[in-house]
């Protein structure tokens, strides 16, 4: 069948831009990749763990149907109460992936005479949510409050005000300054979100992300965690008040029409969080963050590194072309850092995207970024 014209031209768009995309199959070069930061994702301990639970649980393979009709089971009720204690919230809801919960929360909370404000840095899955809401969007700059405050004073105010953040940005592994934002929104009266993909499992005491550690529950409308990352498994909760759980459990469309997460995934979230009460991976994680930022400096690479304390550390060398070049010998040094190109990042601001984990050793820092500086 003939493909349509228009889409073989797209695609050969980013041929010539060097920035088209292509998938390749996951080998076991040293990872400086994933966002498996904790190592959760080959835990023996937890693999054991759910192996056994399933081994003595009645047989589920799937759980046949939406929430709402043949799929809800006591295992998501026990699983969304264990995690609204976790989170210090009142409640939680399952979602199948961290993009779901997203677009589930922001296309149906806010409604047409609603703003929204958004950080220009935030993922795709939540402009994307907020795309399929009927309320008016406004990107404000990267982690600038005075621009949000500028431009939430500057539109026509008719409904509710959200602003929506991430506690650490995917790309950039910077972080929303969320103090300021949760004073800001008892002055401007806004709900505040945010997206703790990047911080739960990896922040707070036993994991909870950054509103517990900072303690700023009280002041956060929402929030999402998702399990795909630091926690090594799959799927993501949305938290906050009853009223909020029981709109999405009505209005939130990728809650309603979709078949339920099955027990395996349940089971595997519920041992992982067990699993954060041990500190143990969290503390090596924050000694080999501050290792790599230290030979960052070593190797005078300061000036291509985005300055982030988290997990994530980019850096930006602006040409998809030198990018791909730079990832590939790094491969081929036995390395794997992924190249972030436009659209994901903006144009010019294209990058490799270092992730730390508590895994790596200080010989694999103090080489990739010798690598690196050889390279660059
Ligand atoms: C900030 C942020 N939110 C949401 C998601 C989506 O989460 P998931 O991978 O579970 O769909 C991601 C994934 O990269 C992310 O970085």
Redesign the pocket.
């Known amino acids: 069948m003939k493909f349509p014209s228009k889409l073989l031209d797209k695609l050969q768009e980013r041929q010539l831009s060097s920035s088209l995309r292509s998938l390749s199959a996951q080998t076991d070069l040293i990872d400086f990749s994933s ?1 498996d930061y904790l190592g959760f994702s080959k835990s023996e301990q937890l693999f054991d763990l759910v192996m056994n639970k399933l081994k003595t649980s009645q047989a589920q393979n799937g759980s046949t149907g939406s929430r709402l009709l043949s799929g809800n089971f006591s295992f998501h009720e026990a699983l969304e109460s264990k995690l609204a204690e976790f989170f210090h919230t009142e409640g939680a809801l399952l979602f199948n ?4 919960a ?1 677009i589930g929360l922001l296309a149906s909370v806010p409604q047409r005479e609603d703003r929204v404000f958004y950080d220009e840095f935030s ?1 795709a ?2 402009r994307d949510g907020i795309r399929l809401s009927h309320a008016k969007a406004f990107g404000f700059r990267h982690n600038d409050l005075e621009d949000l405050q500028q431009k939430i004073t500057s539109t026509e105010r008719e409904g509710e005000i959200y602003v929506i953040v ?1 506690a650490v940005y ?1 790309m950039d592994g910077d972080m929303a300054p969320l103090k300021e934002l949760a004073h800001l929104s008892e002055i401007a009266g806004f709900k505040l979100i945010v ?1 703790e ?2 911080s739960t499992g990896v922040y707070g005491e036993k994991g909870q992300g950054m509103i517990v550690e900072q303690e700023l529950e009280p002041y956060v409308f929402a929030r ?1 965690h ?4 630091a926690l090594g498994c ?3 909760a949305v938290t906050g008040d009853h009223s909020l759980i029981q709109y999405l459990v009505n209005f939130s469309r990728p809650f309603i029409y979709t078949t339920a997460m099955p027990l395996h995934t349940a089971v595997t979230i519920q041992f992982a969080i067990e699993m954060l009460s041990d500190t143990k991976e969290r503390k090596i994680l924050q000694h080999n963050i501050t290792y790599f930022k230290e030979m960052i400096a070593h190797f005078k690479l300061q000036d291509i590194f985005i300055n982030s304390a988290s997990p994530i550390q980019s850096a930006v060398i602006a040409s998809p072309s030198r990018v791909k070049e730079v990832t590939t010998k790094l491969k081929e040094q036995n390395f794997d850092a992924k190249p972030i190109l436009s659209p994901t990042v903006p144009l010019g601001q294209e990058r490799i995207r270092f992730c730390v984990h508590s895994y790596n050793t200080y010989d694999e820092i103090q080489e990739i970024l010798f690598l690196l500086s050889t390279f660059v």
């Open positions: 966002n992936s961290g993009y779901d997203n993922h899955s939540i991430e995917s997206d993909a990047h999402i998702t399990f795909g990352k799959h799927g993501a």
